[in-house]
């Protein structure tokens, strides 16, 4: 099983209680659990996602995984901009998630 990092648990429990993502909170988050918490690990992810969108994202990783393949796009030119719009806003959002998992290795 993979281990997912307690500081981006300790972030998706805030969202998803309605709290601010601070580094106080994710600290506190982390401290409650019985863990020592880096306040600098804290603070640097605090700070990378204050401005993420947390419905966004957590509404399209469900809907991919809800489904394992996409449906092929009509032969119309209009349909085709729309698509490649979208996929150019999930590589940017894939591209964040990235950068975040690859700050706590």
Do not use: R, W
């Amino acid at each position: 099983m993979t281990k997912v990092d307690p500081y981006l648990h300790a972030v998706l429990l805030l969202h998803g209680a309605g709290k601010e993502v601070t580094k106080e909170n994710i600290v506190s988050v982390i401290k409650a659990s019985g863990a020592e918490a880096d306040d600098a690990k804290a603070k640097v992810l605090a700070d990378a996602v204050k401005d993420v969108n947390f419905e966004d994202l957590l509404k399209n990783v469900a809907v991919a995984a809800a489904a394992p393949a996409a449906a092929p796009a009509p032969a119309g030119g209009e349909a085709k901009k729309k698509e490649e719009k979208k996929e150019d806003e999930g590589k940017k959002e894939e591209q964040a998630a990235e950068g975040l998992a690859n700050l706590f290795g």
